[in-house]
């Protein structure tokens, strides 16, 4: 391998770091990573099928 590779390695694995780093902190925070309600969220099938609408029953943490 030569310097630049490793160089080009080194950045972009701290860049990926700090990106997760910045995905931990804000999952902490209660900020979900979808934050446009419900309505577009994937598993909103799977977490309102009680009752349509309701934030009460979320698993996926889009709707805090």
């Known amino acids: ?3 630049g ?4 390695t080194l950045v ?5 770091t700090l990106v997760i ?9 209660g900020k979900a990573s979808c934050c446009g309600g ?4 994937a598993m909103a ?5 009680a009752k349509e609408g309701s934030n ?3 698993k996926c ?3 805090k």
């Not at 590779?5 to 080009?8: E, G, K, Q, V, W």
């Not at 780093?21 to 925070?29: E, P």
């Not at 099938?45 to 099928?49: D, E, P």
């Open 1 to 3: 391998m030569s310097v």
């Open 5 to 8: 590779t490793i160089i080009i």
């Open 12 to 16: 972009l694995v701290g860049i990926v």
């Open 21 to 29: 780093v910045g995905m931990v902190r804000d999952r902490k925070k």
């Open 38 to 41: 419900c309505a577009h969220c």
């Open 45 to 49: 099938g799977m977490c309102h099928k």
């Open 56 to 58: 009460q029953s979320c």
């Open 61 to 63: 943490g889009c709707c």
